[in-house]
């Protein structure tokens, strides 16, 4: 089993040939950089056989953390209602075990998941009694089209993030709502690790938080506003934390984004997007 796809000479974001190796981490990992458009990911990537095998032994155990995951995932869905009072259609992709969808379900939503793993989304979906899809999702024949969209620590994982945000959009009713919770790669803890590692003060668990045994891609506010934007979606809003205001000025965001993000910011971020109306 090959461990590794075969090096990338441009980028898989903007098609440019400017990258470059920004980092590496201590089982070997590449990081490369965009000089154009500023996107960090592997280079080169895992191979699908080798994620196919991660993931079909990887456990996480998450009894002890599972109220925590409900209250931030509660909240993650308050900030979607406050653009959708109405609720309708939700659909989860990377719906893991089902609290989302439960949530939403019980405050009124018509909410489907997915799944890559069908046997983990059977299960799931047995216990919790609803719909979950399953399969690569960019090729699953979906008829339904939806208000709403949310993917939780989904996007850094994924191969082909731009196939997943074109059959994204194609789901999507217009007007509707996308929702991403993600990594933050230039959050204060991560920029002052990095440059502890730079000037080698810092010499062990190199690049740690930048989870390489299975984070694909690693993403900045500009990044994924960038990429978003590109593809036919508006940003509303893009923050860190639990005190947020969607109807913020844009000035506002440009100075959370632009600064600081980069002294205040924890290591995720929310992202709040509307599909362009058509």
Request: proline content about 3%; glycine content about 6%; hydrophobic content about 35%.
């Amino acid at each position: 089993m090959n461990k590794y796809d075969h090096i990338k000479y441009n980028c898989p974001f903007c098609a440019s040939p400017n990258i470059y190796k920004y980092h590496q981490s201590d089982n070997g990992a590449q990081i490369f950089k965009c000089k154009s458009c500023k996107i960090q990911f592997m280079n080169p990537q895992y191979s699908d056989e080798y994620l196919a095998y991660y993931y079909s032994t990887y456990i996480r155990d998450e009894t002890k953390i599972e109220g925590q995951l409900i209250k931030a995932q509660t909240y993650c869905l308050s900030l979607v209602e406050r653009l959708k009072p109405q609720k309708g259609s939700l659909l989860e992709i990377g719906s893991g075990n089902g609290y989302l969808l439960t949530i939403a379900h019980e405050r009124g939503w018509q909410a489907t998941g997915h799944e890559i793993d069908c046997n983990s989304a059977k299960k799931v979906s047995e216990r919790i009694g609803m719909d979950i899809l399953c399969g690569e999702f960019t090729k699953l024949k979906i008829e339904n089209t939806f208000d709403v969209v949310m993917m939780l620590h989904v996007i850094e994982h994924l191969k082909n993030p731009v196939e997943h945000i074109h059959t994204i959009y194609s789901l999507m009713k217009s007007g509707g709502i996308l929702f991403i919770a993600l990594p933050h790669i230039q959050s204060r803890s991560a920029l002052f690790k990095l440059a502890l590692e730079k000037l080698r003060i810092k010499r062990k668990n190199i690049a740690a938080y930048y989870d390489t045994d299975h984070h694909l891609w690693y993403y900045t506010p500009f990044t994924i506003r960038n990429f978003l934007e590109h593809h036919g979606f508006d940003v509303i809003k893009i923050y860190s934390g639990s005190n947020v205001n969607i109807n913020s000025h844009p000035l506002v965001n440009f100075i959370d984004e632009k600064i600081f993000s980069k002294i205040f910011w924890h290591s995720s971020m929310g992202v709040i997007a509307r599909k362009n109306k058509c």
